[in-house]
């Protein structure tokens, strides 16, 4: 019997005019995480994987389950178009489903209207043979404890029960990109995976202060984003050397604002890699009230050097939800281990929550900002970081 994928995407959200751009996009999306291992082809709003051996089945369903865009992904058992042959192979490929459950119903699909019994004669005709063979089912249309599918198309009919379910979200690479702020703590990667989720693809920069952050840290940033990437898809990380403009800010601006002029710094250097990378947006993990950077007036102060929109998606989110998520996407035992951040570095005892932008602009006077981001910007390093880790 020939096993083959089905993989079913949002048909609302894909409506309109510029529907087959993002149909096209998710097919390659899909081919880029199977390689090799199967034919990936679109056909009336279905995605076929064939598997170029069984063997692969369970790693395809695995990767294709986390490609944006993708709302199911369900096995199936390929027929000939009779339905003797949809009965022999349903029986036979869902025997333990239909074993270990008391109620089923079957439905139908015709795509192919061509054959000559309609959906529902072939449901009628297929559950009698199921009821037949299956001493301990019995029908349940509303509430049954299986479905099982049988999809009639042009080339062969499918069979299948179980759905397993995708990520959902919009293909990466439809909404053009943007650059996220990675730290090493548990908010930025849920905030890069949220936003890559609406389809934005995402470019990576994360500040260093060697020799007060170490090399371990930058490693476990690597660590993080390897997990996003496993549903954005490749991520070019760049790393900026932070320790001058740290060390800068220590010595010259009141201790109240620190975090608050680092964090304006941040942005700064954000947007001149933006510029050059062709992202059209920022994305920060914070969240209001988390910390005293992250309340109303700081985030204003913040915004103020941003020339991007910025994106926050867990600006409204509690923390335990934030938590939710990055358990989900296995981040949140990598972002707990205790390696120091930049941010964390030169803490001020008492900083400032509600931060006035005049008397900021003013504490940064004493600073030369453009040398200390020139600076910093030409010692940037770029790595790509994949599914697999560094490459
Ligand atoms: P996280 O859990 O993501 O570290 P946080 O709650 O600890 O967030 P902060 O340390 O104040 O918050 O940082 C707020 C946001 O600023 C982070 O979510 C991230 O987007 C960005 N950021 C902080 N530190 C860095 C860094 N070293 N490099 C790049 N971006 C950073
Ligand atoms: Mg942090």
């Not at 096995?75 to 009965?87: G, H, Q, T, W």
């Not at 049988?150 to 080339?155: C, D, F, H, K």
């Not at 990466?172 to 949220?194: C, E, F, N, Q």
């Not at 109240?256 to 994305?283: G, K, P, Q, V, Y």
Request: aromatic share 6%; hydrophobic share 40%; net charge neutral.
């Amino acid at each position: 019997m020939k096993e083959i994928i089905l993989i079913k995407y949002g048909e609302i959200i894909l409506k309109g005019l510029n529907r087959h751009i993002f149909e096209d996009r998710l097919v390659n999306n899909i081919i880029k995480v199977v390689g090799e291992k199967a034919r990936v082809y679109k056909s009336r709003a279905t995605i076929y994987a064939e598997p170029a051996s069984p063997e692969y089945n369970d790693e395809i369903v695995d990767k294709v389950s986390r490609v944006f865009g993708v709302v199911s992904v369900n096995r199936a058992a390929v027929c000939e178009k009779s339905l003797e042959s949809i009965l022999e192979i349903a029986k036979d490929y869902l025997k333990d489903e239909l074993s270990s459950v008391s109620t089923f119903k079957v439905e139908t699909k015709r795509a192919d209207k061509t054959f000559p019994l309609k959906s529902p004669d072939v449901s009628r005709e297929i559950g009698g043979g199921i009821l037949a063979a299956f001493r301990n089912l019995s029908v349940n249309v509303k509430t049954p404890d299986t479905i099982v599918n049988v999809e009639i198309r042009e080339s062969a009919a499918y069979v299948y029960s179980k759905k397993i379910a995708g990520v959902g979200g919009m293909p990466t690479g439809s909404s053009s990109k943007a650059m996220l702020l990675l730290s090493g703590g548990i908010d930025s990667p849920v905030a890069g995976y949220m936003m890559a989720k609406r389809g934005l693809e995402l470019v990576g920069i994360h500040f260093a202060s060697p020799p007060y952050t170490s090399l371990r840290s930058e490693e476990k940033v690597h660590d993080l984003l390897s997990k996003v990437a496993r549903y954005s898809g490749r991520i070019w990380l760049h790393t900026v050397p932070f320790t001058e403009i740290q060390e800068q800010i220590r010595e010259k601006c009141p201790e109240e604002f620190f975090t608050i002029i680092m964090r304006r710094f941040m942005m700064r250097l954000s947007n001149m890699l933006a510029a050059n990378t062709d992202c059209h947006a920022l994305i920060t993990g914070e969240s209001v009230a988390q910390v005293a950077s992250q309340t109303t007036l700081a985030l204003g102060c913040t915004d103020a050097v941003a020339e991007y929109p910025v994106f926050r998606p867990c600006i409204g989110m509690d923390k335990e939800e934030i938590i939710t998520i990055s358990r989900k996407i296995d981040t949140f035992n990598i972002s707990i281990q205790p390696f120091e951040d930049c941010c964390t570095v030169f803490t001020p005892r008492h900083p400032k929550t509600r931060p006035q932008l005049p008397d900021i602009i003013e504490a940064e006077k004493v600073l030369d900002i453009e040398g200390l981001c020139q600076r910093a910007y030409e010692g940037i390093k770029r790595i790509s970081i994949t599914a697999d880790g560094v490459e």
